[in-house]
């Protein structure tokens, strides 16, 4: 594994000097005030989950601000640069049953009279955020600091009112045509909904990884990351996409994980030899593995696309990420909505259907549904005979023009069942509905 890294970050040194093959980003930079950029995203947010089978329900709202301030970088051969990103929250209601990643807790007390965090009333308002310094030589960029990241084994989770934000050091490099390659170091996780700047306790995380694209219909990619004291995962993925005769396109994709949990990174779903008390701790005590891997077919045409895809675990144990300091949107996969499907042993079968009313005089405005059923769960102390289903509907629909242009709502609800037997280990029953209002306003 340390020569894996070691490799990688020797290739991204040598890409740095291959500067006069490739036109040079650097070359093109206009100065630091000159190139800078400033922007807020309004969001108004509503979540709910009402649950079934006697669990409490959960439900938040909230108004945020996400703002940008982003400078341009020095002329030079070597470009410097800087930046803020943050957001600014505050509660809408009451709140009183919040619970699903949207809204930070206070410190609070347990039935024994101790201090507990986040045990406590949701907070009424609440501001996070950070700095980042960044440079830049031909194509090659370094940003150290507060990031969004967006990497298949560390993505920051974007699905609630803010974004989860890791700290660190992050090099992309672009000096070869057509590949990218990307190299950071992490120390710092916040959650959506933690006030904490290390929130999820990050010791350290390790990512690598490059991209290729072969040609116009074919791209593969590989990632890693190594969590220290955790995990360590590796992810794959090639894409294949071509044309048919009838002005269609099929698009062909496969993409998998494998992932080696330690035995105190924290999992919900191992089999076998596991520590007492595992079922409250998650702390298996031992180390698991993971395999899932993924293939899907679309075929677009127009206004319609269509894509099926079969999605299969291996192990013991299911794909458990997020929980690990490891990215809680770590799951490019494609039977991933409301559940992800990754239980211990599932197999999964979905199909998702998209819709455009571009036709119909109503560019922006896109409708997309999907059905998914999972089976073959292998839940702790029963048979192989867990099972889930989803039935999901998108509606969004975004301003083309005009003084609101990319203004966004996005009214999102998807019908969550499981096997008895599934219940206490994953979400249980729900129905929920996700209604998002994006207004972005760029202040330069």
Do not use: C
Not at 34 to 47: I, K, M, N, P, S
Not at 62 to 68: G, L, P, R
Not at 303 to 321: E, K, R, S, T
């Amino acid at each position: 594994m340390l020569n894996a890294k070691k490799l990688t970050l020797a290739v991204l040194v040598q890409a740095a000097l291959i500067s006069t093959a490739y036109a040079s980003e650097q070359s093109e930079a206009k100065g630091f005030v000159e190139d800078a950029e400033g922007t807020v995203l309004f969001r108004t947010g509503y979540l709910s989950r009402d649950k079934k089978n006697g669990v409490d329900d959960t439900s938040s709202a909230a108004q945020t601000a996400m703002f940008k301030l982003d400078s341009g970088f020095t002329q030079g051969i070597v470009g410097f640069g800087a930046g803020i990103i943050g957001d600014a929250s505050v509660k809408l209601g009451e709140n009183k049953n919040a619970g699903n990643g949207m809204i930070p807790r206070e410190r609070g007390f347990n039935a024994n009279g101790e201090y507990v965090k986040g045990a406590g009333d949701t907070y009424d308002h609440w501001a996070r955020g950070g700095a980042y310094v960044k440079a830049r030589i031909s194509n090659t960029t370094a940003v150290y600091g507060t990031q969004i990241l967006d990497i298949p084994v560390l993505a920051s989770n974007t699905a609630r009112l803010v974004p989860e934000y890791f700290e660190g050091l992050l090099v992309t490099s672009n000096e070869i045509d057509n590949l990218s390659l990307t190299a950071g170091k992490f120390t710092k996780n916040q959650y959506s909904d933690q006030i904490e700047t290390d929130g999820r306790n990050l010791d350290r995380a390790i990512v690598w990884g490059a991209k290729y694209k072969f040609s116009d219909a074919l791209n593969a990619s590989y990632y890693g990351v190594d969590v220290e004291d955790k995990l360590d995962r590796h992810y794959i993925n090639a894409n294949y996409s071509y044309a048919l005769a009838n002005g269609s396109t099929l698009t062909h994709d496969v993409s998998g994980y494998h992932t080696k949990f330690s035995k105190n990174a924290s999992t919900y779903s191992a089999t076998g030899g596991v520590a007492d008390g595992y079922a409250d701790s998650g702390i298996a005590g031992t180390e698991k593995t993971n395999d899932i891997w993924a293939i899907s077919t679309s075929y677009s045409k127009d206004v319609h696309n269509v894509m099926l895809a079969y999605q299969q675990n291996f192990g013991d144990i299911g794909y458990d990420y997020g929980g690990n300091a490891d990215g809680a949107q770590s799951i490019y996969l494609p039977n991933s909505y409301l559940s992800d499907f990754v239980g211990n042993d599932e197999k999964s079968l979905g199909l998702q259907y998209n819709y455009s009313f571009k036709n119909h005089g109503l560019p922006g405005l896109n409708w997309t549904t999907a059905f998914v059923y999972g089976w073959d769960i292998d839940v702790r102390d029963e048979d192989k005979e867990g099972q889930e289903r989803e039935f999901f509907n998108q509606v969004k629909y975004t301003v083309q023009s005009g003084f609101a242009k990319d203004a966004s709502l996005r009214l999102r609800h998807s019908y969550y069942r499981a096997s008895d037997n599934y219940q206490s280990n994953y979400i249980g029953d729900t129905n929920e509905w996700r209604i998002w209002l994006d207004i972005p306003v760029k202040l330069f």
